[in-house]
């Protein structure tokens, strides 16, 4: 009998684990579970996130922000030089921000943090009214629908589209997650330390002189930063919970997002700020060339890169001075490249889980790490672009993700977007007794 019974719950624990692995192997998003808290891909590979730019990541083991994303510090660096010219089949638009920052806040000397974004200016952003209800950038050779209009689902977007037509037009698409981000200004301000407030007038991360926008409908049980737009860019893997996912750009909090497409709690789609777009349809579309010296040029942009990244990670302010002060390959002028620059080279068909790669064309090299989660994934990387708050404060600094976008999710609240079913710890979380390790650089 006994024999019988210890036989039985083996053939339990095998189907146990078995059942699990396949599970986790499923999802194909990296999914570890500690003490009630589970290790996500939350975002995606290709999101635009941001960290404090200095201190120790053991300060945050449970993550921060509302999606508990992952807190590194030590980031890694892909130098780059030269800039764009509106020549180019895929033009990289300025950054828009102007204010200089230190660690912690704007700074008025010009001889500390040097080369940061505010320190170059690349193709001011331009636009053109139409007076039809579409804008132009005279930089990127696009044409927008200046309008959003109500929020629409996936499928909702890909049915208009069928029959859209404005300004005299009927050749719209929806944006790839390239063209869309080539919209964003880090003039902007993250207003999500203010997630109560149910009406702003800060500044978004789109220029709202030309188009409209609004944030998230506090009456209408939507958050401030609910204003997500959406792309035509899928993610090639899957987040959260093995579930479908697009990419978007939120110009409430300003950055790049994965977002499952079915709202996991209710089964209804999602739903987004949708704008069309026409033109340029070259625009997004890399040409590396290797140069045999250690660099690539993308003929596209007209920006040249280190093949090579730091080999290492660094707090930001070592980041900009380490890309400052590096002479190679004949040329002293590289610098750590801004959030538009950056998210450029990014490959969006390729992902750790499908690929086994960083989301990067092979013509580079990309360092690996180990995760939080001891998994083979890929660094994240600095950009020179500081990612301010409603308040004025400065800290953070916007990286990309090439690897996976982990966040610490404890799930039953909810979640950026109010559709993935989950709630990251936040700051407050037991710092004495952190559920994972940092990665290991």
Known sequence: MKN???ISLMFLLVIFVVFSATAQDRQGNNRINSGGVSLLDVHGAGAQRSDPKEGDPGDYP??????????????????????SSVSEDYPIVDT???TRYGNKKAISSKRLFKGQDADYEDLTP????NGDGTISDLNTGLMWQQDPGDKMTWTEAEKALKSFKLGGHSDWRLPSIKELYSLILFSGKDVSIDMNK???TENPFIDRDYFHFEYGDGSNSERIIDSQYMSSTKYVSTTMNGDETVFGVNFADGRIKGYPITDPRSGDEKKFFVI????????????FKENGDGTVTDLATGLMWLKKDSGKGMNWKEALEWAENLDTAGYSDWRLP??????????YSRSPDTSSSAAIDPIFDCSTISNEGNKNDY?????STTHADSSGNGKNAAYLAFGRALGFMSFGGDQDGGSQGGRGRGDEGNRKNPPFPPPRR
């Open 4 to 6: 019988r019974l210890r």
């Open 62 to 83: 449970e993550g921060h922000g509302p999606q508990g994303d992952v807190i590194r510090i030590f980031n890694y660096i892909r130098p780059v030089r030269l800039s």
């Open 96 to 98: 828009n921000q102007t």
């Open 126 to 129: 331009t636009y053109k009214d």
């Open 198 to 200: 149910t009406s702003y």
């Open 276 to 287: 069309f777009v026409r033109g340029n349809e070259n625009y997004g579309i890399n040409r």
């Open 338 to 347: 801004n959030a538009k620059e950056l998210q450029s080279i990014l490959d």
């Open 379 to 383: 660094p994240f990387y600095w950009t």
